[in-house]
């Protein structure tokens, strides 16, 4: 059973950074495609950043620059580093597989203080 779990939310304020992490299980996040959502309050879930089992990544314009997806094979991690954070960028966070059909973990909360 593939089971993914984020943490590393929290408050911080503009211009901080913080570093998600999604643990991962029931996959291995090398082979497959891995990305990270998120969603504010009264939005639609949108894409923020994904990484191929090749390593190719790709992001949302809003975030280019200032965030990086990267993973740990050997932890079977996903991580997602956020720097230079808005308060445009709070939200719920999201780590999503999928392998065979989407999987999604519980959601980690981001917030930003201007």
């Known amino acids: 059973q593939v089971q993914l779990v984020e943490s590393g939310g929290g408050l911080v304020q503009a211009g901080g950074s913080l570093r998600l992490s999604c643990a991962a299980s029931g996959i291995i996040v090398s082979i497959n495609v891995m990305g990270w959502y998120r969603q504010a309050p009264g939005k639609q879930r949108e894409l923020v950043a994904t990484i191929s089992s090749f390593g190719r990544t790709n992001y949302a314009d809003s975030v280019k620059g200032r965030f990086t997806i990267s993973r740990d094979s050997a932890k079977n991690t996903v991580y997602l580093q956020m720097n230079s954070l808005k308060p445009e960028d709070k939200a719920v966070y999201y780590c999503?597989?999928?392998?065979?059909?989407?999987?999604w973990g519980q959601g980690t909360q981001v917030t930003v203080s201007s």
């Open positions: 999503n597989a999928n392998p065979t059909e989407d999987y």
